[in-house]
Structure formats: structure tokens, C-alpha cells
């Protein structure tokens, strides 16, 4: 894993942004009696593959030792949506409205609510090791960052969102293991309608213990100052993380910059990586992203036409590892009736739902049996 | 507790000693096995990740101390280990999601998992008001009770608190 590191520096070299930082880093000396100064590197995703990216972002937690060495990864994805470790993303969004427009669904490590990316959101991740884990450190780089660049004042709400006015512009999230990190989202000029229509689930009452989403209103850095943009914004927050202390907010300036291991631009390939395309190959995979949705039920009405009544019926389903293991109808009287239809053990989402929906509306009662156990 | 134990300890040796003047043969190996399985019984056993073990015969119970509830906050998921899923001692083997974090669960010891708390994962805040009860997440079979002594004893856990940095 050192190996692997050292490859980054070297091939870094060629690519680094600001050499004269690397020169002076390696010239520094630290004493042998005092403790090792914590060194910072700020690493530049060239991907916008989320699945990449989190392939990526899982190497560098299990592989790297963070003891005396700080990392800010910064990245943006091409428009998809990302859900927590823990979430339903039927509950989070609409699964098959969002394979309809193109937008990716991919579930992340890290706890927390459902977010959407485009180019127009810059993703930090601040890795450390797991009791160096300061969350209002690195959202404290972040308000400093916006505050030196563009004089924009941002707050810290209850919650360690990063607000504005009483508006989110940034939604947080970490994994603690052996390692740990902090990652966050920040809106510069993120499609605000897509985010909206991506983060809109279904009319259907899930049953579910997964982790639930807070939602809030949010806003775009570019709508508080013009001016914003993600590539100026990814190089004010590098520089403020690496002009600042690694173990407190205090500014160290250009000279505490220029002991720092600098910017690098990272190619996550496996011949920089070995083992990420096993990673990222687990991050695409259904298994993951709808596998590991926490076990789940569905419950919608149906009202059914019957000579000149209408028959209200309740549809169940019960979702297990992202299958409907279970299907049936409530009748009116309390009896259920199991539906088999070839769509049992098949995978769970709307469009499936909708298909039996559907096909009951149009059965007349007498037939209703009948007819679902012939979907 | 700890004096609790050593109570048991003494009068289930006397019947130890009784035996002993009953069978010459097999009373040595039960006075041995006794004494194994009275420390595992007694003791809740800890690792410096904060989990905690206790071993009745070759089951044990896993959960997380309360220094670790407490770190974590409020916790709002809880993904536990299927049963019958097998792990070797300080696999990763579960998560607990709280306000805060996703944070990994180890195995304090190897062995095959025979149960898990369903109830917390129902109600994942029993971890928060009773770790060390109704809050444990699952239990496994032992592969290999040695391992044990590696571990930490309710004395030598609080020590370590004390000397941890978090």
C-alpha cells in the first residue's frame, strides 16, 4: 500500500499543478524527538464516473495510512443519484423514472440521505485516521474557503450542514472504520430542476426501516455570488485545507502551504490502483446498489369495479434483498389472497408494481383471482 | 460482579471436591473445564474497537460498549450478520448508522453466527439504552476459544479508556 503511494508521487510529478509545493515539501526535515508533522495532499479525481469515484474513494480508506498524512480527494460525477449505505432508493427516488432520463443510481459506503450530482457539485472527501475524524474541521475549511474567495458567509446549522440564509448548500456524510473519512457535497451550479425531479419517489406507502432522508431546501453557490464555479472552487478549498493546520483551524499561510505535499491530479486506473476495477465492478452491480436495500413492504390501494360498487383492496408486497418475495391482495373482507404471477422473486421497482396494478384495475371481481394469477 | 463470580467459583469448586471423592477418574478433567468456562461466564471480554464478548459454553454474545454508544450518538440502523455467515476474529461484520456516521462492527472472536438481535434491528436505540442487554447484535459459535485471552476484562477495558485518546 506504501508502494502503491509512492507510484502517485512519482507519476504525480509529472502532472502536479504547483511543483515548487512538492520541491519544498521534500526539502523540509522534521526532528527526531518531536512527533512527525501530519503532511497534506489535496488529490484531484480525473473520473467523473461515479462508480469510479467510489471505488476509488473505498482503495484509498482501506489501503493508505493516514497516521502522519491527510488527504482531500475532490471530485464531481456525471448526473446520477447517490444513495446512503443503509437507504431504500424507492423511498429516496423514483428508480424507474431515473433509468428513463439517463440519470445513474449508485449507493455509497458512508451512512446518511440521498443526494444528486451533475458537474455542477463538487464532492469532498477529507480522510483521516478514525481519531483524527473531525467533521466540523473540514466543513470549517470549506466556510473559510467560500469566506477568503468570494466573501461569502456560510453557516454551520445543528445538523453540520453547511447553510445559507437557512438554505443547504452542502449534505455530509462518513464511514468510520479503521480508518475514517468525511464526505460532503457542495451545489455551485447543479441542475436544480433534475435534482427535484430526481429526489421525488413514487406515490406508494413503503413500510421501511431504512435510514430516511431529512430533506431541506437548498440552494446553489452560484445564485449567493455569480462569479462561483467548480474549477476555482475546487482550487480556494485545496489551498485552504492545505494553508491550514492539520490538528487545528489555524491559518498557516503560504508558508505553511508550501510544507504540504500539494495538489495531484489522480488517473484512478488499476495500474495506479490495483484492484479498483474489482471495486468499482461491486459499486455497478445490482447486488449493491438495489440488493442491499433493507427489507421492505409496499401497501396500495386498489379500488376495483364490481356490477355497481366499488371493491377497495389493498396490494402488498414484501421486498427482500430488492426481490418481491411475497405478493397478495387484501380483499375487503380481511381475507388474503396470494397472488402468484411470474413476477415472483423477480426484482422490485415501479414500473414492475404498476404492471400488476394495472392489470387488476382492468378485471372484473369474479375474476380477479383469476386474472392475477395469470400476470 | 467480579465478586459475584469468584462466590460461584468457591461453591461450585466445593461440589468440585465433592466430586473428586466421588470419581478419582473424571473429576480431574471437569475441575479443569470447570475452571475455563467459569472465567468466560463471568467476565464480559472487550476489544480496544470498543466491542464487548461474553461466553456462556460455546455461544457468545456481541455487542458494543458504552463508550462506543455513546461516541456514535443516536443510532438509527443497525446491519448485522446473517446467520450462519462465518468470520475469522476482527472481520468486519456489521455496520451501525447513526447521526453521525456508518461505522464498521468487528468480531471480537472467530466463529460461525448462530443468532442475531432482531429486535434491535427493529428498534435500533436499544443499543443506546441498554448496550449491554436487550442492545447486543448477535451471537456466534467459537471456533476457537484461545482467542479469548487476548482480550480485555471489565478492569482492564476501563484502563484502556482511560489511556485512549477518543
Known sequence: MSGAFKLIQCSGSKMLIRPNVFRAFSSSTATSTEKPEIKKSVFISQSHDIFTNLALEDWIYKNFDFTNHHVLMLWANDPCVVIGRHQNPFTETNVSKLVESGITLARRNSGGGAVYHDRGNLNLTFFTPRDRYNRKYNLNIITRALFREWNIKADLNER????????????????????????????????????????????????????????????????VNKTVNVPQLLSAVGYEFLRTSATELVDGGHSQTMRQQGFQLINPTEKWFPGITEIRDLYSSWDWRLGKTPRFEIEKDIEIKADDKDLKMLLKVEVDKGLMTNIELVMPTGEKAPIVTALQNQPYDEANLNGIVNALKLVPTENVKAAINGL | MVLASRILLRSNLLKVSQNLLKNNVSSVES??????????????????????????????????????????????????????????????????????AASEVYTPVSGTVTEKNTAVEETPGLINTECYEKGWLFRLKLSDSGELKKLMNENQYQEFLKTDEH
Do not use: M
Not at chain 1, 161 to 171: A, E, H, Q, T, Y
Not at chain 1, 199 to 214: F, G
Not at chain 2, 78 to 87: E, I, N, R
Open chain 1, 160 to 223: 453540520d450542514d453547511i447553510v445559507i440564509n437557512g438554505k443547504k448548500i452542502s449534505g455530509t456524510a462518513a464511514k468510520l472504520g479503521q480508518n475514517a473519512y468525511h464526505h460532503c457535497t457542495l451545489l455551485v451550479n447543479a441542475n436544480k430542476l433534475h435534482l427535484g425531479e430526481s429526489l421525488a419517489k413514487e406515490e406508494i406507502k413503503y413500510v421501511s426501516k431504512a435510514t430516511a432522508s431529512v430533506r431541506s431546501p437548498i440552494k446553489n453557490l452560484c445564485d
Open chain 2, 31 to 100: 475441575l479443569k473445564y470447570f475452571s475455563v468456562s467459569s472465567i468466560n461466564q463471568a467476565d464480559r471480554l472487550y476489544t480496544k474497537k470498543h466491542e464487548w464478548v461474553q461466553v456462556e459454553g460455546e455461544i457468545g454474545t456481541i455487542g458494543i460498549s458504552n463508550h462506543a454508544q455513546e461516541a456514535l450518538g443516536e443510532i438509527v440502523y443497525a446491519q448485522l450478520p446473517d446467520v450462519g455467515t462465518k468470520f475469522q476474529q476482527s472481520d468486519e461484520c456489521g455496520a451501525l448508522e447513526s447521526v453521525k
